[in-house]
């Protein structure tokens, strides 16, 4: 009996013993830990300038205006031109003149003028006879000048009746107002006493001008 009370003190003394041995050896070894260094704080990113808007397209330009020439651009010799339903009208010849004879007396041209003679062909379209003055039988020079013809002549002829223009008869021309009358055809030679130019174009009453090419 005291040897079983003996050995309980002793496991007590024991039990005491080790629960103080314990403690010591977790109270002696625990460490602080190390501290831990908080990150430096990073600048704060540079703010971005504001995109730019892109441009606003523009738009193409428009064409440029198509130029208009006034008075319109002259038909070419041999080119029959029609006046709105009232004459045809076509210059058959155009030539520059050395001299002019009229009656009994030679007309010759200064350094700075020309004589030209012109022959054209007209075709009444109206049905009823024509009557046309001189005066609607012009040409125009470089400097915008328009005349009436010095001398003229013509012939009037039936439809499809060929002529040689170069044979018609001509005389002064004195009064613009005197006139050229015809039913169907009509052959007229005109001559023109002008400043020396080449840019001439012909006209007769309201047809299309007609640029004059000098033999």
Request: one cysteine or more; charged letters at 20%.
């Amino acid at each position: 009996m005291k040897r079983n009370r003996l050995f309980f003190v002793l496991l007590a003394v024991l039990t005491a013993l080790f629960v103080l041995a314990c403690q010591a050896l977790s109270s002696g070894s625990a460490t602080e830990a190390p501290a831990v260094e908080a990150p430096a704080a990073t600048e704060a990113p540079a703010a971005t300038e504001a995109p730019t808007e892109a441009p606003v397209a523009t738009e193409p330009p428009t064409e440029a205006p198509t130029e208009i020439v006034f008075p319109p651009t002259p038909a070419k010799m041999g080119d029959a031109v029609v006046t709105d339903g009232k004459y045809e009208v076509t210059v058959q010849d155009a030539r520059i003149l050395n001299r002019v004879y009229m009656g009994s007396y030679y007309y010759y041209p200064k350094d700075n003028q020309m004589f030209i003679e012109v022959v054209v062909k007209v075709t009444n379209l109206t049905g009823v006879s024509a009557a046309i003055p001189w005066s609607s039988v012009y040409v125009t020079e470089a400097s915008g000048d328009s005349w009436y013809p010095n001398w003229a002549g013509y012939k009037a002829v039936d439809a499809g009746k060929k002529v040689d223009g170069a044979s018609v008869g001509v005389n002064e021309v004195t009064d613009g107002e005197a006139l050229i009358e015809f039913n169907q055809e009509a052959y007229i030679r005109a001559i023109w006493f002008l400043t020396k130019d080449d840019s001439v174009i012909f006209g007769f009453d309201e047809s299309p001008q007609i640029t004059l090419i000098f033999q």
